[in-house]
Every structure is written in structure tokens, then in C-alpha cells.
């Protein structure tokens, strides 16, 4: 079961903030974020298990709320170097324990 | 560490040739997986490993094959190729299992194209 990502796309200005949503129709065990600049392979950026942890690292953070089976990730006071596309992958509570990517957020953060 | 390395990095095949993806990590990581990305799209999982001898069909494993005969090497092998098998590919692997919380390092791609 994919998860569904939104926005599809986002366009920003330096320092100005963005969400980005991954939701699941099917519970979820865990969230993967990874961010994809053109041409290049995925870069992980972080996992939130089911417990409804918030993790962070610099300027981006994310959350998973396990009752909404919702993941956001939250890219504060952006740079230019967060241009990219950002993925969500998730893992199903039950079944087989895969990763499934979502369609991506295209993130354009310009001058 | 050279990570996870793909080869080749390009190549175009025509209608029913075959040919194989190769992928090699020195991470000794016992699991691997191989996904597409068609333009535009998210990753899609053909095959995955979770060790030597031992391999398992993802979501769109029709039309490739895999083996896994070390650990290091999880080779991809498209017969009959046809042109809805242009994509990126990549080669993934990780110290354990996904599931458990563990990150999935990726290989740089290799972009097939198909006529």
C-alpha cells in the first residue's frame, strides 16, 4: 500500500518554513524520510518508529502520530541546499516488513 | 569505504536483449534490495535479499531475476527486455533489516533505457 504524500510540489524563499505529509491507509510499524536531489541517488535522512516519536536533526524534524497512521516533516528556515525531492517510505505493522516509497514532494527553495 | 557501487552506469539495450545490473557493497551488510524509479515516481521494489542464498520478490519483479551468491554481490538480470523497463535502477543495502529501524544506504543508479 503506497502512502500518500503531500504537497506534490512546494516552491519557497530562503528561511521561510515547510511541511511535508505522508499519510497511510494501513497501520504503520515505522516512517523512512529520504531526500533525492536530481540526478543523484537518495539520501537518508531520518526514521520515526511506531511510538509516536518526534526525531530532528539541524533545521528539519519530523513526526509520526501512530493514531492518525501520519507522518510530517517539518524543514524549518530553509536553505538552498534543501532543494530536492522528498520521499517517505513506510513499513506496515504487519505483513511483510518492505519499505514502500511514497511519490515524492518536490521542494524548490530559491534565492 | 566505496559503499554501495552500481555498474554500469548507463546503458541502452534494444527490444529482447538481456543483460545484468550489477551491484556491490563492502559495508558487510547482510541485506539488499533492488528498486526501479520511473521518471517522475517514487521507488518501486523488485527484489530484495536478506543474506546469502536468499532472496525474495518485492513489488514489480516480473520480467528480472536475481541471485545472491555473496554477500557483497546482488546482480539483477533483466531477460527479454522491453521498453517498459526504462527506468533508473538502484542498489540498496542495509545492516539489518529495514523494519527494525535501520537506514538503507543507496547506490548512485544505473539508467537503462530500453528501444
Known amino acids: 500500500q503506497q502512502p500518500v504524500q503531500s504537497p506534490q510540489a512546494v516552491i519557497l524563499r530562503e528561511g521561510e518554513d515547510a511541511v511535508i505529509n505522508c499519510s497511510s491507509s494501513?497501520?504503520?510499524?515505522?516512517v523512512h524520510w529520504y531526500r533525492q536531489k536530481h540526478g543523484e541517488a537518495p539520501v537518508f535522512l531520518m526514521i520515526?518508529?511506531?511510538?509516536?516519536e518526534q526525531k530532528g536533526h539541524d533545521k528539519i524534524s519530523a513526526s509520526f502520530n501512530e493514531k492518525k497512521q501520519q507522518s510530517s516533516l517539518y524543514l524549518t528556515a530553509s536553505q538552498l541546499s534543501y532543494s530536492g525531492t522528498y520521499f517517505c517510505g513506510t513499513v506496515m505493522d504487519t505483513g511483510r516488513r518492505a519499505l514502500t516509497f511514497g511519490s515524492g514532494t518536490r521542494l524548490q527553495v530559491q534565492p | 569505504n566505496a559503499g554501495v557501487t552500481q555498474t554500469p552506469k548507463f546503458r541502452i539495450l534494444k527490444i529482447g536483449q538481456s543483460m545484468t545490473l550489477q551491484c556491490t557493497q563492502d559495508?558487510?551488510?547482510?541485506?539488499m534490495y533492488w528498486y526501479r524509479q520511473d521518471p517522475g515516481m517514487g521507488l518501486k521494489l523488485i527484489y530484495y535479499?536478506?543474506?546469502?542464498?536468499?532472496?525474495d520478490k518485492g513489488e514489480v519483479p516480473n520480467g528480472y531475476n536475481v541471485s545472491r551468491s555473496t554477500t557483497e554481490d546482488f546482480p539483477l538480470r533483466l531477460e527479454l527486455a522491453a521498453p517498459s523497463q526504462t527506468s533508473v535502477y538502484f542498489c540498496?543495502?542495509?545492516?539489518?533489516?529495514?523494519?527494525?529501524?535501520?537506514?538503507?544506504?543507496f547506490g548512485p543508479g544505473t539508467r537503462l533505457t530500453v528501444l
Open positions: 535479499s536478506v543474506g546469502a542464498g536468499i532472496t
Open positions: 494501513k497501520a504503520l510499524y515505522s
Open positions: 559495508m558487510n551488510h547482510n541485506y
Open positions: 540498496a543495502s542495509s545492516y539489518s533489516p529495514t523494519s527494525g529501524g535501520n537506514e538503507q544506504f
Open positions: 520515526l518508529l511506531k511510538g509516536g
